[in-house]
């Protein structure tokens, strides 16, 4: 089964909402990251996030390692936030790094 | 600071062919990791590096994909013989272990 689940799969927002995105985890894990994809790009880290809380400008990250879960946080979304958001888990025992299907976010005006 | 430095960034082959991707990590990295990454599949892992020594072969994908790493400065992935399947955006990425992973910018391949 997939060890990583996202939700939601996509999300249109009216630029200036927010917006909540989660990451569950099925296994065991030391750390996890949040990247950001633009269409035909690359992938940027947004967060190494080991665990708890973690801002930058207007994302918000946070880790409960031992309920598997992670959740990113946009707040006042701009158009150029558009993109998918993927997040990966470091497995325990080593240092395998395996992403989930990603949530496409578009921001409209 | 160079980042990760993938080449070539576009490649089309004939079916059958052999291809060579290329990738040099960030300086001082010892993980080195292949992903390849379509629409339907998303990212996949093909191979994982750590300091030159092979950590996982990627399972399915061991049959026609081969990637080595000579030294700690560069990777390659050999595709062969490549399939009209294996289109899709070859990612490689590394970091310092437990920590940040930096991505290059893809090797785009389109096999007919």
């Known amino acids: 089964g997939q060890q990583v689940q996202q939700s939601p799969t996509s999300l249109v927002l009216q630029e200036g909402e927010n917006a909540e995105l989660q990451c569950n985890f099925s296994t065991s894990l030391n750390s996890m990251q949040w990247f950001y994809q633009r269409p035909g790009g690359s992938l940027v880290s947004v967060f190494y996030n080991p665990s708890g809380t973690k801002q930058s400008g207007r994302l918000t990250s946070t880790t409960v390692i031992k309920e598997r879960r992670s959740s990113l946080h946009i707040s006042s979304s701009q158009i150029t936030d558009s993109g998918t958001y993927l997040c990966a888990m470091e497995r325990a025992g080593g240092y395998k790094v395996v992403f989930g299907s990603g949530t496409r976010l578009l921001v409209s005006p | 600071d160079a980042g990760v430095t993938q080449t070539p960034r576009h490649e089309v082959a004939e079916k059958g062919q052999t291809i060579i991707l290329k990738c040099e990590p960030v300086s001082g990295h010892n993980d080195l990791f292949w992903y390849r990454q379509t629409k339907i599949q998303g990212l996949e892992l093909l191979s994982y590096?750590?300091?030159?020594?092979?950590?996982?072969d990627g399972g399915a994908f061991k049959d026609r994909f081969k990637a080595e790493m000579l030294n700690s400065s560069f990777s390659t992935l050999k595709i062969q013989p490549t399939e009209p399947k294996d289109s899709a955006v070859y990612l490689c990425?590394?970091?310092?272990?437990?920590?940040?992973?930096?991505f290059g910018e893809g090797s785009r391949l389109i096999v007919v």
């Open positions: 590096f750590r300091s030159k020594s092979l950590m996982e």
């Open positions: 990425a590394s970091s310092a272990g437990g920590n940040t992973l930096y």
